[in-house]
């Protein structure tokens, strides 16, 4: 039975990535930090690993889309599947809101009127009925002992039983547009949001027993941003330049109080440092 939300454990290392966006390179530079750690780390990536840009050459790639990449998403699904059967247990991906564009969430736009019709044609059937199932599965949210909590978005939802994300049902919304799914509950801002008020995080975190809530979707130009005390928005690789992409690595078995308890360097890691 497929759970959205993800127990992590309450030991070992927790490597979380947000936002590959279809970047082979970047995504295999955060597997390569996740196979240099120790045998006892988890890898987490928040979400949106497919659907980059495909339509720039790198002589017209405009500035605010960061360092030039072309568009491998089905490679990276490829790879992440692959990685999850040779390291069991080890390997997760969230639910981000383009996965859900596949699998009855409304269609993504950002470089396609239909980025997820235009994916699926790039693949044969079968590639794209194994993708489809892989984001089935996908949990929402990811939540571990010591409070720390990821999800995609920001963690504005009203979220008052961990039961309501099991109760969550993926397909029903492709015609939606995105200013009427987003008030769909739970689901909508878990995909979607960019901002949670503090007492909103709170809120969110409670049930799951968080202090800290570590998301992507936005994008952050120096590779994160501390919102408060509860939320930590991290640019792992999407529309950044290599210097600023940031990935967290923190340790389960201790217990941060709050987000300023981060420090750049030690949880903040640049993924190219």
């Not at 409070?147 to 109760?167: F, N, Q, Y």
């Not at 995105?178 to 739970?186: R, S």
């Not at 202090?211 to 005390?229: L, M, N, P, S």
């Not at 792992?236 to 923190?250: C, R």
Request: glycine share 8%; proline share 6%; with cysteine.
């Amino acid at each position: 039975m497929t759970s959205r939300l993800l127990r992590l454990p309450a030991s070992g290392r927790l490597l979380a990535a947000t936002d590959i966006q279809g970047n082979l390179r970047d995504f295999l530079r955060m597997l390569a930090h996740f196979e240099e750690s120790p045998e006892d780390s988890v890898l987490v990536f928040t979400g949106d690993l497919v659907h980059g840009p495909d339509e720039y050459t790198e002589q017209h790639w405009p500035d605010y889309l960061g360092t030039p990449y072309r568009d491998e998403s089905p490679e990276v699904v490829r790879l992440l599947m692959e990685a999850q059967a040779r390291y069991p247990g080890r390997v997760h991906c969230l639910l981000g809101n383009h996965e859900h564009a596949h699998v009855g969430g409304p269609r993504t736009a950002k470089f396609h009127h239909d980025e997820a019709r235009v994916l699926e044609e790039r693949m044969g059937p079968e590639a794209v009925e194994t993708m489809r199932a892989l984001f089935r599965q996908l949990p929402l949210v990811a939540a571990a002992p010591n409070g720390i909590v990821l999800l995609h978005a920001s963690p504005s939802a009203k979220l008052t039983r961990v039961e309501e994300l099991e109760s969550i049902e993926l397909e029903g919304y492709a015609h939606m547009g995105i200013d009427e799914f987003f008030h769909i509950p739970v689901l909508g801002a878990t995909l979607w949001s960019r901002m949670a008020r503090p007492e909103q995080a709170r809120a969110f975190l409670e049930p799951l027993g968080g202090r800290i809530a570590i998301y992507g979707h936005d994008v952050v130009r120096e590779g994160y941003e501390k919102v408060g005390d509860e939320q930590l928005c991290v640019s792992t690789s999407f529309a950044l330049f290599d210097e600023h992409k940031v990935y967290v690595e923190l340790e389960l078995s201790q217990v941060y109080p709050d987000v300023h308890a981060l420090r750049d360097g030690v949880e903040l890691k640049k993924l190219h440092g």
